[in-house]
């Protein structure tokens, strides 16, 4: 197995367990087991937990940045509301991976990265950036403030939502007029709103 195959499969197994027992309640040695690794293979590649742990964080961020990036490329002229339902619709598909990347964000950890992705800290959600540009395309009179608030809650409507879609309670009796198609148009609605705000 190369070290690049190596540490991307520590990574992924580090991201499960540390998503589903915390910083805590996971060792180096039950990380290398899972992944069949050498203990020594975690401290090369990463030092040691703590930096396994920030390691972890910063690549789940990232990539989610890189997909809403990729989203926003598929079509030059991709509105707001087009681009949050794409934004919507794919993590909707990686609904598990979206569950664990947010597990990790809140558990009760004293490590966060430095430099989790420094084009998005201003703005928060990984992928805001491109967000900002989008909506400041569309409104470009908006002030800076309010773009970012308005990333903010668009970002947070769509996780909300994705969160919910993909949870088993939406299968109950109570939750059963909670489509995946009752979500996208109250996005859609989330997003002209907060437009039309700005």
Not at 103 to 125: C, L, R, S, T, Y
Not at 132 to 149: G, L, S
């Amino acid at each position: 197995m190369s070290d690049l195959n190596t540490k991307e499969k520590i990574l992924k197994i580090a991201h499960e367990l540390f998503s589903e027992k915390g910083y805590d309640g996971v060792s180096v040695r039950e990380i290398s087991k899972a992944a069949g690794v050498n203990i020594s293979a975690i401290s090369y590649h990463f030092e040691n937990k703590e930096s396994l742990f920030k390691e972890t964080i910063r690549s789940s961020m990232l990539n989610m940045g890189e997909t809403v990036r990729a989203l926003r490329a598929e079509s030059a002229d991709c509105s707001v509301e087009a681009l949050a339902l794409k934004i919507y619709e794919y993590f909707l598909q990686n609904s598990e991976a979206l569950k664990l990347s947010f597990k990790m964000f809140v558990i009760d950890a004293h490590i966060f990265p430095d430099d989790v992705n420094q084009e998005d800290e201003f703005i928060g959600p990984p992928g805001g950036k491109v967000i900002f540009d989008c909506i400041k395309d569309e409104c470009p009179k908006a002030q800076e403030e309010d773009i970012i608030w308005a990333v903010r809650t668009i970002f947070t409507q769509i996780v909300h939502k994705v969160l919910l879609m993909s949870s088993k309670c939406v299968n109950h009796k109570v939750c059963q007029l909670m489509t995946p198609e009752d979500s996208k148009k109250h996005i859609s609605r989330v997003v002209r709103v907060v437009l039309n705000d700005l």
